[in-house]
Every structure is written in C-alpha cells, then in structure tokens.
C-alpha cells in the first residue's frame, strides 16, 4: 500500500528556519516525483515545487523559487521542504503528493498534510 | 502561466440530482494533461479523474471526466451524501503546474 506520511504540525516565530518532511512507503521512492502543495486557511490548492528523488532533479513554481528549499533524501525514503526565515504569510496546511515516473503527471497519493503556524 | 477558472464558485444541489462542474484554462492544456480532485474539510485532497477523463482507481462510475483544449467538465451523475465537498481541477501539461480555484458543491 503506498502511503506518504508527513511531520507534525509545527509552531514558529516569524524568522526561524524550518524543515518539514514526507516519507513514502509501499513503493519504490525513488523512481517517482514528489510534489509540494500549499493551502491557506480557507484557500484552494497552490503547486509550490517538485522533486525527482533518484537524481534530486527539483522544479519550483515561479511563486516559489527562492522562497523554499525541496530536497529528498532517497537512503530514508523521505523529502523535504524547508524554510530559512519564515514569514507569518507562511501559515498554511502543505501537502506532498506523488506523482509518477514522469514530471507532468496528476498526483495519485496524498500525505495528511502537516499544519505550519507563524505567529509572534 | 495557465490560469484555471471553474464554474460556477458554488453549486447548491440536492442528493439524488446531476452536477455539472465546469473547468476553462486560458491556453490549450495539453495531451491533455487535466485532473480533478475532490477535498472534504480537513482532508487532503482526492484524485477523482486524469487525462480528462479517466477515473482513478477506486473511484465510483458516477463520476466522470470530459473535455479538450480549454474547456473540461466533471459530471456527478446522481450525488451521494458523500459527494458533497469542494472540486478542484489542475493542469499538469505545462509548468507551473496549476489548480483551479476550485467549486463548492453544497447540500440544497
């Protein structure tokens, strides 16, 4: 059974780094694209980047690039997306989801979602 | 960038009834390279249709995909309880990738 498991919700203060993560069972990770998307509160679905965990080969929405890090660490089955100062419009629930063996693909599997909170 | 717009925002409908959702991209998505998910609140999103109008596995057969170009369209054919939820579509054809700003589809 594929499945994608995400870290827990996190609470931070506006300029502190962090680093959330997504690892995959149940099928071969590296062989299939990971995706990263973002919701606001009470918001629809924006695709922030993806990456490629047999060769790290990462796509960022334009809306993203440089604002994120995605990285995949393929000896743990796990990726990543992080954060180097965070900002409160950083508040949002972000899911991973994979994709297949090629990058223009629908995202078939979904993690819960794990909740970031920036607040002084 | 391709801009998804659906149509309409919400959609008031009484089990039992037919829902027609309607997705329009600014330029021709691809292949086509379009998908539909449906997310209940605090749920992550659920792939329902790819390629237009393939269904994902697992999905019940009153759900179903058509369209090209630029114009696509899921159909409820008779909604379940179950059914009622907000619907996304997204274009995987061209990068950035993008969803639309999705359809809520409400009990009557």
């Known amino acids: 059974e594929v499945q994608l498991v995400q870290s827990g919700a996190e609470v931070k203060k506006p300029g502190e780094s962090l680093k959330i993560s997504c690892k995959g069972s149940?099928?071969?990770?590296?062989?299939?694209?990971i995706g990263w998307v973002r919701q606001m509160p009470g918001k629809g679905l924006e695709w922030m980047g993806s990456?490629?965990?047999?060769?790290?080969?990462?796509r960022y929405s334009p809306s993203f690039q440089g604002q994120v890090t995605i990285s995949a660490d393929k000896s743990i089955n796990t990726a990543f997306l992080q954060w180097s100062s965070l900002k409160a419009s950083d508040t949002a629930m972000y899911y991973c989801?994979?994709?297949?063996?090629?990058?223009?693909?629908?995202?078939?599997?979904w993690g819960q979602g794990t909740l970031v909170t920036v607040s002084s | 960038e391709i801009v998804l717009t659906q149509s309409p925002g919400t959609l008031s409908l009484s089990p039992g009834e037919r829902a027609t959702l309607s997705c329009r991209a600014s330029?021709?998505?691809?292949?086509?390279?379009l998908a539909w998910y449906q997310q209940k609140p605090v749920q992550a999103p659920r792939l329902l249709i790819y390629?237009?109008?393939s269904r994902a596995t697992g999905i019940p057969d009153r759900f179903s995909g058509s369209g090209s170009g630029t114009n696509f369209t899921l159909t409820i054919s008779r909604l379940e309880p179950e059914d009622f939820a907000v619907y996304y579509c997204?274009?995987?054809?061209?990068?950035?990738?993008?969803f639309g700003p999705g359809t809520k589809l409400d009990i009557k």
């Open positions: 989801a994979r994709g297949s063996y090629d990058f223009w693909s629908d995202y078939s599997f």
């Open positions: 149940g099928y071969r990770f590296s062989s299939y694209w």
């Open positions: 990456i490629y965990p047999g060769d790290s080969d990462t």
């Open positions: 330029q021709s998505v691809g292949s086509p390279f």
């Open positions: 390629g237009a109008s």
């Open positions: 997204q274009q995987y054809g061209r990068s950035p990738l993008t």
